[in-house]
């Protein structure tokens, strides 16, 4: 069983819609809670992330860290063509000096 | 405020040579790892240097080692390569285990 798993899409939704992304993982030590995006073959850009339980809002995005059911979510409002790229979903421990990556979801979002 | 920086941003070698990809860490940052992602995959965790030691591997042969210099920057080399080590190269620095910053990557082609 992976660490850390990601529907990997393509996920297709048009201008405007709300889009939820999502990830499950397996160790209950994780306490660091990251979203990037990557544009298709540059770096991954760090979006948001969080500690422990709860939400985080920023602009059109919001992180929801569940940690009783081990889920995280990204989700997106008012989605537009420039959110199109593939979003990791990564997580850590203070204890482990080593992030844990899910696979990417890529998203397309249609004019 | 540099961000991470990565050198060169593509490399085209042939199978049994050796590759040296560089990086400097984000201002004020003193931990960077390194990571190997392949087309439509996440980041698969090389190794991690602080304090010029490595402190984390993944499961990648000893074909991969690397170097920390005392001004945080960091070197991965690669001896022996293979056609599959044809991968985007990425470097990440970090100062807690909050979170971590990516450059935009070596783009490493071996034929």
């Known amino acids: 069983q992976k660490e850390v798993e990601q529907d990997p899409g393509p996920l297709s939704v048009p201008e405007g819609a709300i889009v939820s992304l999502n990830c499950t993982y397996s160790?209950?030590?994780?306490?660091?809670f990251m979203w990037y995006r990557q544009y298709s073959r540059k770096g991954p850009e760090l979006l948001m992330y969080?500690?422990?339980?709860g939400n985080k809002e920023d602009g059109r995005f919001t992180a929801q860290v569940d940690k009783s059911s081990k889920y995280i979510s990204l989700f997106i409002r008012d989605s537009q063509p420039s959110d199109s790229a593939t979003y990791l979903c990564a997580m850590n421990s203070a204890d482990f000096n080593k992030f844990y990556f899910g696979s990417g979801t890529k998203l397309n979002v249609k004019p | 405020d540099a961000g991470v920086t990565q050198s060169p941003t593509h490399l085209i070698k042939t199978r049994g040579q050796q590759v040296t990809l560089r990086c400097s860490p984000k201002?004020?940052?003193?931990?960077v790892s390194w990571y190997q992602q392949a087309l439509g995959q996440g980041p698969q965790f090389i190794f991690q240097y602080y304090e010029e030691e490595e402190r984390q591997r993944g499961n990648f042969p000893d074909r991969f080692s690397g170097h920390q210099f005392p001004n945080y920057s960091s070197e991965l080399n690669v001896n022996a390569l293979l056609l599959g080590d044809s991968a985007l190269y990425l470097c990440?620095?970090?100062?807690?285990?909050?979170?971590?910053?990516f450059g935009p990557g070596t783009r490493l082609t071996v034929l």
């Open positions: 160790n209950s030590a994780f306490q660091y």
């Open positions: 201002s004020g940052h003193d931990t």
């Open positions: 969080t500690y422990s339980s």
């Open positions: 990440a620095s970090s100062l807690k285990a909050d979170t971590q910053y």
